[in-house]
C-alpha cells in the first residue's frame, strides 16, 4: 500500500500567496514605504512643507559631528545599562526562584509579576510622576516618615537621578516580560545534569551559574538584543517623565530627533538621526547573533 | 407622465443644484482653532453664531484641537488643496516660518491697513506676527505676564507692593523667613522657564536694548545686564531657595497647586490663566497682580506681552474675502471681545471701549494695564525667538539653577545659537519670505 503523501502542487502555492499578499500590501504600504521614504529624506534638507533640497549625506556628516548626538546616545545606552541591571537580572532572578515544580502560587506569582508590562506607559510615566513628586510623592513622604529629609529631593528634576528615576521607572515593567521568557528556558533545561552536579558537590549558585545558565544562554542573548532594541526605540517614558530634562540630561536619541524635525522643521536632519539609530541596532543585533553563533559552533 | 417618473426627475434635478449650491454663493468656511476649553468653546461658539447670522451665505465648519496637533497636522494641511481656509494658531517664525517662505499663508499687510486694524486692535496684535515690514496674522488671545501674588498673605506679613528690584528682595526674603516659598514654579514646563527668564531678561534691558537684540541681532554678550539678569533669576533666587525645592521637577500645573495652596505666594503668569486662578482659588484667599519691579530708577515699569495664538488665511482658499470677513468679525468687533471676555476671561485684541464689559476685577486689572501708556508693554523673546533658541530658553534655565553650567557659559552657548539661527536666516533681521 502507497504511503500517502502530500505533493505541493503549483496550485496551492499560488493560493498561498494571494492569501499573504493583503497582509503584505499593508507591511509595504505602513512599514516599507516609510522606511525608504525616511532613508531618501535624510539624504534632503526639508522644513516639512514646500520643495526638498538634496544634500547628500551633509545630513548624517552633520550627526555624527553633533554632541547633542552622542550625548543622547549615551543616554540611551545608560537606559539600555539599567534595563539589564533592573529588569533583565531581577527576571533572571526570579525566574530561578520561581521556576521549580514544587512552588506554591507560582502562576500567582507570574501574574503579579506580569501585570505591569501590559499597562500603558502613559500610565505607567503619570503614575511614576506622582510617586516622584518631590512635595506629595510617595517616595518622599516615605523618606521623610523615615526622618531622612535632606534625600527628599526632586528625583525627575535632580541631574544625577532623573535618568536612573526613569530606569527604575522602566525597568518595572520590563523584569515581569524577563522572568516569563526565562521561566520557560529554564523548564526546558535539562534536569539531569543539575543533578549530577549536585551528587558532584555543587552548591545552588554553581549549579545556577555552571550548568543553568549555559543551557539557557540562546535565550539570555535574545533577551539581552531585546533590551537594546527596546532600550533605543524608548520615546514615550522619557518625553512624559521628564521631556529630556533636567538641560537635555534624559534626552535620548528619539526624543531629540523628535524634536529637531518637529520643533525646529529640521525633517532631514531628524530622519538621518533616525537611519543612524536603526543601522546601530540592527548592526549590533547582528554582530551579538553572530558571536554566540560561532561560540557554539 | 408616471408619479415615480416624476419624482426621480425632480430628484435628479434637485442632486446637482444642490452639489453646485456653493457655486450660487453658498460657501463653508473651514476653520481650523484651539478653543477646546468649555468656556472658551462656548465663546467661540457665540460669536461663530453671530457671524453666520450677519453673514447668512457663510458656513462656518470649525474644527478644534490641542496646539500640538495643529503642529503636527498644519504642513500636510496647507499642501493640500482641502486645508483649512482660516488657522488659529501659534505665530511666531520658528513655528509659521516654513510655511510663510512656502507661501502657504497668505499676506495681510495691506489687509490690516484696509479693514483699520491699526486703530482698532493692541499694536502687539500687529508686531508680534509680522517680519520684514509685512504682517501675516491677526495676534490674538492677548496674554501679559505680571506677577500674581497672594494680597492676604502680604497684607498679614506687612508686605508692599514691591516697586523695585530692591523692594522685591526683600519681599521675599519675608515671605522665606515667615516659611512661605516666594515663587510657585515648575520647571519641567517649558513654557514656565521661557517665562522666567525671558521676563526678568526683560525687566534688566531697556527697550532700545531688546529693539537691537531682537532686530539686528546684537550679541548678547556683549551687555552686563544679560549676565545680571540670569544671576539675579536663575543663581541668586535658586540659592536662597526662593523657588520649590525639587520645583525643576514640577510641572506648571503642580507649581500652580502651590500658589492655590498658600504655599508660595507669587506667581510669574499670564492673564490667561485668570479663569483658573479664580476657580481653583475662589475665597480662600485674594488674588492681585503687579507688574515686573523696576531694575533701576530710571527704568519704565514692564510687563511682557504676548499672544496666545493669531488668526491667519491659507494662501490656496478660495474663500479669501469670506476669510478676512471672519478674522475681523472675531478679532475687531467689540461685541465679540465682549463675549470673549465676559465668557471664557479672553483678551481679544480690540482696543477701543467696551461698553457694559461686566468682567472679574483681575481681568479688568490686566485690561487696564494693556492700555496703560506708562506701562512698557514689550513683545516676550518667547513670541519672537528663532526655534532652536527657544528651545535652549526653556530647556536650559534648569541647568544653571542646577549647577550644570554657570551663567557665562549659558549666554554662550545662547549667543551661539541665536548667531547660528541668524546665519540659516532664522531671525527677525534675517527672515525672508
Redesign the interface.
Known sequence: MRAASFKFRPRYQYIGFLMILPVMGLYCVFTLYPIASSVVLSLHDW????PKAYVGLDNYAEAFADPMVWLSFRNNLQYCLGLIAVGVAPGLILAALLAGERIRGRTVFQTIYFLPRLLSMVVVSIVWGWI????FGLL?SIIRWLGAKDF????????SF?MWAVVVAGGWTYFGFCMVIFIAALQNTDPSLSEAALIDGANWLQRFFSVIIPQISNVITMVLILTLIDAFKIFDIIYLM????????TEIMATYLY?EA????HFGYGSSIAMILTAFVLLVSIVFQYSREKRES | MSRKVLMAFCIALALPLGMFAESRGQITLKVWDQWRAENDSKAITMVDDNFMKKYPNVKIERTAMPESEIADLIKAALSSDSGPDVIYSEVGIGFIGPMLKAGAILDLTNTWKARGWNDKLFPVSKSIPSVGGRNYAVGCELEFCPIYYNKTLFKKLGINEPKTMSDLDAAMAKLKAAGVTPWAWGGKTWWNNANLVGSVLWDYLDQDTINKQMYQDVSWKSNPAVKDALNKCLVEWAQKGYYPTGGEALTDDEGLMLFYQGKAAMVPNSNANIEAFLGNIGDKFEVSSFNWPKVTPKSKPNTVAFIGSGYMVNAKTKYQQAAIDYIDFVCANPDSAKIFYEVASKFMPYKKAIPNLKVPRLVAEARAALTDSSLLLLPGINMTAPPEVMTFLETNAVQVMTKQIDVPGWIDQFDSLWQKSKAEGMTLSTFKW
Not at chain 1, 527628599?152 to 541631574?159: E, F, K, P, Q
Not at chain 1, 518637529?262 to 522643521?265: A, D, G, P, V, Y
Open positions: 522644513s516639512g512643507i514646500g516622584y513628586n518631590p512635595s518622599n527628599s529631593i526632586g528625583w525627575l528634576g535632580n541631574a532623573a521628564t521631556l529630556g530634562g533636567p538641560g537635555r540630561k524634536r518637529f520643533r525646529h522643521n
